[in-house]
């Protein structure tokens, strides 16, 4: 679900999180064919391999407790 995409045609950039746990990639390939400005970030608890769909990040990691959304946020270097 994406709400309001029609704002993604008026910007030059757009930056898009996604969570999930399943390996079905038609949304990350309907964004990019739609939308090919857009940076897409997918959040998945199983190592998955999205290349040149997203960039893809582990949200499970045994050694440290899950982290928030702001604190991700602010190690990518991204902006609210």
Request: charged share 30%; glycine share 2%.
């Amino acid at each position: 679900w994406l709400c309001d995409a029609y704002r993604l045609n008026d910007s030059q950039s757009c930056l898009i999180y996604r969570w999930t746990g399943n390996k079905d990639f038609s949304f990350e390939e309907e964004i990019r064919r739609s939308f090919p400005h857009c940076e897409i970030h997918l959040f998945h608890p199983e190592l998955v391999d999205c290349t040149n769909l997203c960039t893809f990040h582990s949200i499970v990691n045994d050694t440290k407790p899950r982290k928030m959304l702001w604190t991700m946020i602010k190690e990518l270097n991204h902006r609210e």
